[in-house]
């Protein structure tokens, strides 16, 4: 009798930016997904020279090789989760926008526009086709305080603010919106919400520098939930402690911003 084949993972692909120092963008983004057991596929938006010290250079690839990366991968392979990151400018972001709009899997938007070292990766004139365009189509937008203050005009500075700043976001279209919390002091606090329900999840802020990769490596964590079946909520609070952890286990590289330690389960 012949032996069973192996049953493919949850298949899960980023649309996003690459990062050569390996700790945000794709690499992240693939990093999670292998270490939350899915089959992690990438469609490249753009290319970074990037390194702890901040982004040195950024190149976006054509509308027309982010559409056949897509295709390549979508019409033979599938998809189970879709998860998108840095998409640089206007004309990008309505090509993603485009591709996704008949894709049947969940979406898990990162509006990335600023990177952890505080270099510009949106165009400012692209935050109206992230409202209009892209936003409508996510299942969860996990925007932090800096892209929620660029999308809505409200800069939050407490729990109140992130409520407010959530409807808004609402208002533009995604099923879910998870305010992350985590550049106010005290403790890590997100809010996750659909307009009816609040979720508030909170963990303990660990005392460590190294956090480049934050943002790609949750929501890449959240899309691989639901790449599983998981509910939102669920999904979500899973994703807060795989980066919890990462987080306490980031690790010093180059001389300045380390990486959140996407492995670390296999190193505790």
Not at 97 to 124: C, F, I, N, Q, T
Not at 125 to 149: F, I, Q, S, W, Y
Request: net charge negative.
């Amino acid at each position: 009798m012949p032996a069973n084949k192996p049953t493919a993972p949850p298949r899960v692909l980023t649309i996003a930016g690459s990062d050569s120092g390996g700790g945000a963008g794709i690499q992240a983004d693939l990093k999670t997904m292998l270490a939350l057991g899915a089959h992690g596929m990438s469609v490249l938006t753009a290319v970074t020279a990037q390194n702890s010290l901040g982004v040195q250079g950024a190149w976006e690839l054509p509308a027309e090789a982010v559409r056949a990366q897509y295709r390549s991968v979508v019409d033979d392979i599938g998809v189970q989760a879709v998860k998108t990151g840095m998409l640089a400018s206007p004309l990008l972001v309505e090509t993603v926008a485009e591709l996704l709009s008949d894709v049947g899997a969940p979406v898990v938007v990162d509006p990335v526009s600023v990177s952890k070292h505080g270099d510009r990766l949106l165009a400012d004139d692209a935050l109206d086709a992230v409202r209009t365009a892209l936003l409508p189509l996510a299942t969860v937008a996990t925007p932090n305080l800096d892209e929620t203050a660029e999308l809505t005009g409200i800069k939050a500075t407490g729990e109140r603010d992130m409520s407010r700043a959530a409807e808004q976001l609402l208002s533009y279209g995604p099923r879910w919106v998870l305010v992350k919390g985590g550049h106010l002091p005290g403790e890590a606090v997100d809010l996750l919400t659909d307009g009816t329900e609040q979720h508030w999840f909170r963990a303990p802020r660990h005392d460590n520098r190294h956090t480049h990769g934050t943002g790609c490596t949750l929501a890449s964590a959240i899309a691989v939930g639901l790449a599983q079946g998981r509910a939102v909520p669920e999904a979500v609070r899973l994703a807060k402690e795989y980066v919890t952890g990462a987080i306490a286990a980031g690790f010093a590289l180059g001389s300045g911003l380390g990486p959140v330690d996407h492995g670390w389960r296999t190193r505790a």
